[in-house]
C-alpha cells in the first residue's frame, strides 16, 4: 500500500506546496513549464522539499512518460533499457516525445555512469531530471552539469508544512491534534514534508491519538536503525570522526563499516575526512590531505563496492598521523579579528602600486621581497597579534 506521502503528492503546480520563487506566479520554472519548455534540469534542495514531485508534475502536464532511477541501485543497463524502449516508441509513432528520466540521487552516480548518460541527454534522446541533496558543481561532471539548468529547492517554512499536516490531517480523517502536538511534528520535521508525514503515518497506525508522546514514542521505535537522513546518521559520523581525533584506527574502521553497511554515500565519507585532514592533521602531516583528496577522487570515480576498500585506506592512515590543529585554530582567530574590526587598513608598503600617483603616495614605498621573519605586515591595529605559534 502506497505510504501518506505519496497518497499525498500534489499532481499539479496548483496544489504544490512551497518553492514559490521558483513555481510562484512569474516565476522562472512555472513560466517553463505552462509555455511547454521542457529540458534536462537538476533540482537541488534538502530532503522532503518536493523535488521529486516537481519531476512528476513536469511529466504528467506535457503528457510525457516518465522513468524513475535512483542512482544509489541504477546500472549502465537500465539506462540502456530506457534509451530502447524509447527508440521502439519513436518508430511505432513519429510524434513521440523523449521521455523524462528522473534520476535520483544523481550525486551517487560515479564519472563513468555520468559520462555514458552524456550522449543521451545531448541528442535529446533522454530529457533528464536529476535530484540530489549535494551540490552539484562538485558531484556532477561539467559536462552533464552544462547541459543542465540547475534549480536550487529550498527547505519548506513552517507555514508550508502547516498546510501539509492540515491536508493529512483530512486525509486520516484526524479531528483535532494539540498545539503541542503540532508545534513539536512541526519543529522536529525541520523543513522536511516527507518527515512530517512519514512519522503522522506511522503514529496513526500505532496509537489512537496523535500527541507529543505518542509521536515521541513512536520516534523512538523507528530510530532504532540507521537513517541517512536522520539521528544515527549524525551520530554515527560523528563517532567516526571522534574516534580518528584519537587516533583510535579500530574504533574508526568499525564506525566506517556501520556507515558503508547502511549504504552511506561514499563521498560522503570521503568529504568529512578531506575536511578532517586539514582541521586535525594540519601541519603535523601535510601529506594527510594529500591522501584524503586521493580517496576522495577514488571513490568518486570507483564507487562501491570497490570504494570501502578505499576508504578503509584512507581512514587507517588519517587515524594514525599524529594532530595538529594549530593552523585551523590560527585562521580561525583571524577570522574573529576580520569580523572584529572590519577592514582595517593595509599598510602602505604592501599595496600594489601600478599608477605614478598612486606611488607618490607612497604605495609599495619601503616594500622588501624577504623583510625579517619577525617584522609584523599586518594593519596598525592589530600589528602586535600572532596567530600561529
Known sequence: MPNLATLLRPTNLDTFIGQSHLVGPDKPLRIAIEKGHIFSMLFWGPPGVGKTTLAK????????????????????????????????????TESYEAPILFLDEIHRFNKAQQDYLLPFVENGTLILIGATTENPSFEVNSALLSRCKVFVLTSHTDEDLAVV????????????????????????????ARKL???????????????????????????????????????????????????????ALYYLARMVSAGEDPKFIARRMVVFASEDIGLAAPTALVVANAVFEAVHNIGYP????????????????????????????????????????????????????????????????????????????????????
Not at 594514525?320 to 608598503?349: H, M, Q, W
Request: a positive charge; proline letters at 2%; hydrophobic letters at 35%.
Open 57 to 92: 508534475i513536469i511529466a504528467h502536464t506535457h503528457n510525457r512518460d516518465i522513468y524513475e532511477l535512483s542512482a544509489v541501485s541504477a546500472k549502465k543497463d537500465d539506462i540502456r533499457k530506457i534509451v530502447l524502449q524509447s527508440a521502439s516508441q519513436k518508430q511505432l
Open 165 to 192: 499536516l492540515k491536508n493529512a490531517k483530512k486525509h486520516l480523517k484526524i479531528k483535532t491534534i494539540s498545539k503541542d502536538a503540532t508545534d513539536w511534528l512541526i519543529r522536529f520535521s525541520n523543513g522536511d
Open 197 to 251: 508525514l512519514n512519522l503522522l503515518d506511522q503514529t496513526v497506525t500505532i496509537y489512537e491519538k496523535v500527541t507529543t508522546k505518542t509521536l515521541k514514542e513512536t520516534l523512538q521505535s523507528s530510530h532504532l536503525s540507521y537513517d541517512k537522513k536522520g539521528e544515527q546518521h549524525y551520530d554515527t559520523i560523528s563517532a567516526f570522526i571522534k574516534s580518528m581525533r584519537a587516533s583510535n584506527t579500530d574504533a
Open 306 to 389: 570497490e570504494a570501502q576498500i578505499n576508504l578503509a585506506h584512507g581512514v587507517a592512515y588519517l587515524a594514525r598521523c599524529k594532530k595538529n590543529r594549530t593552523a585551523y585554530d590560527a585562521y580561525f582567530s583571524a577570522l574573529r579579528d576580520v569580523e572584529t574590526f572590519g577592514n582595517l587598513s593595509i599598510p602602505l608598503e604592501l599595496r600594489n602600486a601600478p599608477t605614478s600617483l598612486m606611488k607618490n603616495q607612497g604605495y609599495g614605498k619601503g616594500y622588501e621581497m624577504y623583510p625579517d621573519k619577525n617584522k609584523s605586515l599586518l594593519p596598525e591595529k592589530i600589528k602586535h597579534k600572532k596567530y600561529l605559534k
